[in-house]
């Protein structure tokens, strides 16, 4: 048993103020691997006044003190990357080989955010007048259970590139990945209150910490739904919000693709990271014509895949990460089959020989309507909706009609006709024949899926102001 019974403010482990115990369940076996008690909001208070306190020295840091900084998170946290991968399997479900590259992802965010800042020139001239890039101040980081510390780690080290002191609110769901990550930044020698970590409830400690007026910043990854309340509430204090919200990503097959390789392809794009991925291609656009070859190529690819403990290194699939989703993606896949979808691999209830755990069908239904609920909704689990079109036209049209714009796929044995089909969908980035990332290229989406790009240089400036200074 576990009991994460500390928070980490002012460059210490700290017992709470707040008493609430939240149970942290293993999603394979339903059992109970430990307790965290949460914050409540005179905590978050404490942790605003540390990063307020420590904002004045730390924003003056040179370039190569931070730089320094950054390097050694890096190291203190891909020094625990065998314990992070054991607590993203255990207490999230994350299937081994993904929970092994986000450790290594969390830990290399520190060095893109190094290789950004010493790139970047924080004064410039335009036109007759110098402007400078100030950090935006102390700057909330609010993260989601599906990427824990891929998220507080890509978000802090932007932050700290920016000379922003931080306080970070993570998932209550993920404490004992938070818990790794802590110890690490503790290790890392970082001034005190740069970095601050409350565990908490997000109508509790994330409502403190997007109204409390000493806040300048915040940079939220999580459901659009809850992206609107943190907006609403940053409101009355102008707080410079950033939003990585949800999507509904489409992926796109050309009629000249290589179906064989692609459908595939497809399948683990939308089932990635056990279909709870923000950028999971979760709608597949085919030519109407070839329904039938994509449905059997489906139907092969998801029978190749396995459902099981995520600790199991030929798991592809592991189990949902908590109650809620499982009842969630349940839910979604009645709807599915009540509104008249075909359902050609997968279906309700969980899969054959389990008993316990959130796991729940790999599903795919083809003969989907762009209309209807389950190709228009973020279901958040491995279902995937076949949705045919008429030609290249049409399948703009229906990949676009979407109220999210996060990402999307495109296969195509003609990379230059793709890359023409990219350029007209309305989506914060696009990849081609396959899954692909740039740690330094822009990230967010358009329309409900975000406000704001992470990552690179875009992502460094949305924590800095700019000063324009004239002379007479
Ligand atoms: P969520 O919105 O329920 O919670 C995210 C975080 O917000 C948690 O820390 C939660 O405690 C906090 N929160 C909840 N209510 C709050 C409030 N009123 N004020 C302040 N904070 C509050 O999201 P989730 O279920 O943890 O994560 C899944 C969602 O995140 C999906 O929609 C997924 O698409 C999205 N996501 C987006 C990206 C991206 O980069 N666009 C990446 C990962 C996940």
């Known amino acids: 048993m576990r009991n994460i019974d500390h928070l980490y403010i002012d460059g210490a482990f700290v017992k709470p103020h707040g008493s609430e115990r939240l149970p942290l369940v293993n999603p394979a076996t339903e059992e109970v691997l430990g307790h965290v008690v949460l914050a409540d909001k005179e905590d978050a208070r404490r942790a605003i006044a540390a990063a307020r306190n420590a904002l004045p020295a730390f924003s003056r840091t040179t370039k190569a003190q931070r730089v320094a900084i950054l390097e050694r998170l890096h190291a203190a946290v891909i020094a625990r990357a065998e314990p992070l991968r054991d607590a993203t399997i255990q207490e999230y479900g994350g299937p081994v080989s993904r929970a092994s590259w986000v450790s290594q992802y969390a830990a290399q965010a520190f060095l893109d955010a190094a290789r950004t800042l010493q ?191 995520p600790a199991d290194p030929a798991t592809t699939i592991g189990p949902m990460a908590n109650r809620t989703q499982f009842d969630r993606v349940q839910g979604y896949i009645r709807r599915g089959l009540e509104q008249g979808a075909t359902l050609v691999a997968g279906g309700p209830g969980r899969p054959r020989g389990f008993d316990r755990g959130y796991f729940v069908e790999p599903t795919v239904f083809a003969n989907v309507g762009n209309d209807m609920a389950i190709a228009q909704e973020e279901i958040f689990g491995p279902v995937l909706c076949i949705v045919t079109y008429r030609d290249e036209d049409e399948a703009v049209a229906i990949a676009n009609d979407s109220a999210f714009g996060l990402h999307a796929y495109v296969f195509s044995s003609d990379v230059l006709r793709a890359q023409a089909v990219a350029r007209r969908l309305e989506v914060g980035r696009v990849a081609i024949n396959g899954m692909r990332h740039d740690p330094l290229a822009p990230f967010g989406g358009y329309k409900q899926s975000g406000v704001g790009r992470e990552f690179g240089p875009f992502g460094l400036e949305s924590f800095l102001e700019a000063k324009t200074i004239m002379a007479a």
């Open 119 to 309: 790139a970047y020139e924080f004064e410039r001239r335009v036109g007759s007048a110098t402007v400078v890039m100030e950090p935006v101040g102390v700057s909330v980081l609010i993260t989601p259970w599906n990427s824990s510390a891929g998220s507080i780690c890509s978000k802090l080290a932007m932050a700290i590139a920016a000379g922003c002191t931080t306080v970070i609110k993570p998932s209550e769901m993920s404490a004992l990945q938070t818990q790794i990550v802590a110890e690490a930044f503790h290790e890392a020698d970082v001034p005190a209150g740069v970095i601050n970590i409350v565990n908490g409830r997000g109508d509790v400690v994330g409502t403190e910490l997007s109204t409390n007026p000493d806040v300048a910043r915040i940079s939220f990854t999580g459901s659009t739904g809850t992206g609107k309340i943190i907006a609403r509430q940053a409101l009355d204090t102008m707080k410079r919000v950033s939003l990585a919200l949800g999507g509904k990503s489409p992926t796109i097959l050309l009629d000249d693709a290589d179906f064989e390789k692609a459908v595939p392809a497809a399948l683990n794009i939308a089932f990635q990271n056990n279909g709870q991925a923000c950028i999971a291609g979760s709608r597949l656009l085919v030519p109407r014509g070839r329904l039938t070859q994509v449905v059997e190529l489906a139907q092969a690819a998801v029978s190749s895949m396995k459902v099981g403990d």
